[in-house]
């Protein structure tokens, strides 16, 4: 428990302090900020457990799961904090300029403030995704290497023992609580809690649309065809069903659970709103993975990386709805619309962006799920090659998975997204 904790307090303070540097470098120059955007905008696109063999090459197990951890943690973050850096108004630039404040004064004074509410949300998104790659990280190895200390290498070692194998998984699992629960409250909880100091910078900032440069039917057009592609591709190292077999089971289950449930949790007040996700944070953050490994539940491994990310769905899609669309909610039950055109006129139409949006956000704690359910498929590959050390299919098999990533992404999800929000005007 102690070598899980130590590599997850190491790689958040890296990953913090990590942040800061990238983040006052991009604050002194705008072409370094542009080049560090679009850089962390295709790195943080990377499954973050594709890379675990290839650090294996140089690193020792435990540097090898921390940096993992870490490199996806501060990727995915910088990458979220570039954007909201560049809402900072222009006259608060130009005020900096004439008052002649130094590059750190503006840094300190100027751009944290306005970043660093992105960075707590950043942080909230990603802490799912950390928690599966130090976890999955340690079982990873300790399914290609000698035993090495952790409580993923201590779930597979009791499971692999026969005899009272379950319940010491239990307690594994239970064991497997108390980082996240230490990290939660110890470091992530006086986070949140001095983001709040910056609650009037996050106020100010103006949504910046992405880059249209290409219509949504043409970018959905082009993310299709990539996506048919990888994931043929992709289905020689997996076999059937696939991801694509996962992603269908997630787009049904997703859109049918979070599709219902979601549009009547659009009615409730805020107050019920803010105490639900929560729950689906705590949800979000619990070992869904494991817990299926140790204790054997009767459930489909196809289904096992869309029950994963359901409660991180559901975080994110009650952040991303608006609370404004209550009073739509409001006006439709006093008029007593028929229940279909209930959801057709007034439900959908709020559902719909935020949904998607809240999919976006989580697709890679979802490729990362996928990639460690193939190496317990008997079928698949990907054991195989980590054991046998191939980093020259390893490359092929991250270059594979990232160009699935970004095509299931930028070319299907996000002009979906945009779409919905344009036709519904949201």
């Given amino acids: 428990m102690f070598w899980t904790l130590g590599k997850s307090v190491v790689a958040l303070l890296l990953a913090i302090m990590g942040h800061g540097v990238l983040l006052s470098l991009a604050a002194s120059s705008a072409v370094l900020r542009r080049i560090m955007a679009g850089v962390t905008a295709i790195l943080g ?29 501060l990727m995915r973050s910088v990458h979220a904090t570039l954007k909201a850096e560049a809402g900072i108004p222009s006259s608060f630039l130009k005020t900096a300029r004439a008052l002649r404040l130094g590059r750190w004064q503006t840094f300190w004074r100027l751009h944290l403030p306005f970043a660093f509410p992105e960075l707590v949300r950043a942080v909230l998104r ?19 290497l000698p035993p090495v200390p952790g409580l ?5 070692s009791s499971l692999m023992a026969g005899g009272n194998g379950e319940l010491s998984a239990c307690i594994v699992l239970i064991l497997m609580l108390v980082p996240i ?25 103006k949504s910046r649309s992405e880059d249209r440069s290409l ?11 990539g996506t048919i592609l990888t994931l043929f591709l992709a289905c020689g190292f997996w076999g059937a069903p696939g991801p694509l077999g996962m992603l269908v089971v997630a787009i049904c289950l997703i859109g049918g659970v979070w599709g219902w449930v979601g549009g009547l949790l659009l009615g409730l007040p805020t107050i019920a709103q803010k105490r639900i996700r929560k729950c689906c944070l705590i949800v979000a953050l619990l070992p869904v993975f494991m817990a299926w490994l140790g204790l054997s539940l009767p459930i489909p491994l196809v289904a096992i990386p869309t029950l994963a990310v359901m409660g991180l769905v559901g975080w994110a899609f009650l952040r991303e709805s608006d609370a404004a669309g ?11 619309l028929p229940f279909w055109s209930f959801w057709k006129e007034v439900r959908i139409p709020l559902l719909c962006p935020a949904l998607l949006q809240a999919v976006i956000v989580a697709l890679p704690f979802f490729w990362d799920n996928v990639y460690l359910a193939a190496l317990l498929e008997r079928k698949t590959l990907h054991l195989r090659i980590l054991q046998a050390h191939a980093y020259g299919v390893q490359g092929v098999l991250l270059c594979l998975m990232t160009l699935m990533a970004v095509s299931v992404r930028w070319g299907l999800c996000i002009p979906l997204q945009e779409r919905m929000a344009h036709r519904y005007r949201i």
Avoid: N
């Fill in 45 to 73: 696109e990377i499954p973050s457990l594709c890379l675990l063999g290839l650090f294996c090459a140089v690193l020792t197990p435990f540097w090898s799961v921390l940096v993992v951890a870490f490199f996806s943690l």
């Fill in 126 to 144: 990603e802490l799912p995704d950390f928690w599966l790659c130090i976890l999955g990280g340690e079982l990873m190895i300790a399914l290609f």
């Fill in 152 to 156: 993923g290498g201590a779930l597979l």
């Fill in 181 to 205: 629960f230490l990290v939660q409250h110890g470091l992530i909880g006086p986070l949140r809690g001095y983001g709040r100091h910056y609650a009037v910078c996050d106020q100010m900032q």
């Fill in 215 to 225: 219509s949504w039917k043409r970018r959905w057009l082009l993310g299709a065809i």
């Fill in 326 to 336: 209550r009073q739509f909610i409001v006006m439709g039950y006093h008029l007593r």
